[in-house]
């Protein structure tokens, strides 16, 4: 990780203009009660952000890392050099297929289901995309440390009327999936796949200003049983306040979920600005 922000500041040379995607800082605290009514309580302090540094029209510098206390920290750094609607990226990055889950120094992210946590996330890589209209298509290849090995990743996007359909695949010597979202102004659904007996998903239904229902399962096709299952509420809030003569937003979340297979209630509150 400090090879990577040692990568990122150098990158300040050669900026020409720099662009802040992504920032938040905020607490999390989730609390437990199970059904001897024992409470677990857990609470962190989120620091994130993402940047892109363009030394021109061609070449960027991308950047985005989030720190969570205690311990809990990483960071990612790739280059990407983009000619019309092709682009061209290579280093520490997300996937094709990770796509399928929220960007994790998105603010929303803070707050990820369950049944997407179990797709894969990012690594060390190479990938082009290629944007055709609506159609995006990328295809890239990825090393895993950790088998040393090679992965194939790639990932088919469609936009159109407010609706993204994606739909991605990875395939290795040792594990190979799929998984696919669709996103619209009522909801999301997403389902995953492996090759190690995991089918996961998540459904969400948008219910206007009263927020947000969902639920989130992760299913061993092999034993026949779900390890877990979830369904809940989250709604976001915002209050103006002043810090420092400076008025600005506090965001925070607010949710429930009750996980039946542990027959555990969650409650979640995440503030941040």
Not at 58 to 70: G, K, M, Y
Not at 129 to 137: F, G, H, N, T, Y
Request: proline share 3%; glycine share 8%; with cysteine.
């Amino acid at each position: 990780m400090v090879l990577i922000i040692v990568l990122f500041l150098c990158s300040f040379s050669f900026a020409q203009e720099i662009e802040i995607t992504n920032k938040h800082v905020g607490v999390f605290n989730s609390v437990t009660y199970d059904e001897n009514m024992n409470i677990t309580n857990d609470a962190d302090i989120r620091i994130a952000a993402g940047v892109i540094v363009k030394k021109d029209s061609v070449v960027s510098f991308c950047f985005r890392s989030i720190f969570v206390n205690p311990g809990n920290s990483f960071a990612q750094f790739w280059i990407q050099e983009k000619y019309k609607d092709l682009t061209f990226k290579a280093g520490l990055m997300p996937r094709p297929i990770s796509l399928n889950r929220d960007s994790p120094v998105d603010h929303g992210a803070q707050f990820e289901p369950k049944g997407t946590t179990v797709i894969p996330g990012g690594t060390t890589g190479m990938v082009v995309v290629q944007k055709i209209d609506a159609l995006s298509v990328s295809a890239g290849t990825y090393y895993l440390a950790s088998s040393k090995s090679i992965e194939y990743n790639g990932s088919v996007e469609m936009k159109f009327d407010g609706t993204s359909v994606l739909a991605a695949g990875f395939y290795s010597r040792e594990k190979y999936g799929i998984a696919g979202t669709v996103k619209c102004k009522y909801g999301r659904i997403t389902g995953y796949w492996d090759s190690e007996n995991t089918i996961s998903g998540v459904a969400a239904v948008n219910i206007g200003s009263y927020g947000t229902l969902f639920c989130t399962g992760i299913y061993d096709y092999i034993t026949k049983k779900p390890s877990h299952f979830q369904f809940g509420w989250v709604r976001d809030f915002s209050i103006p306040v002043t810090v420092l003569s400076e008025k600005v937003e506090l965001q925070y979340l607010a949710g429930f979920g009750y996980v039946t297979t542990d027959k555990k209630l969650n409650a979640y509150l995440w503030i941040y600005f």
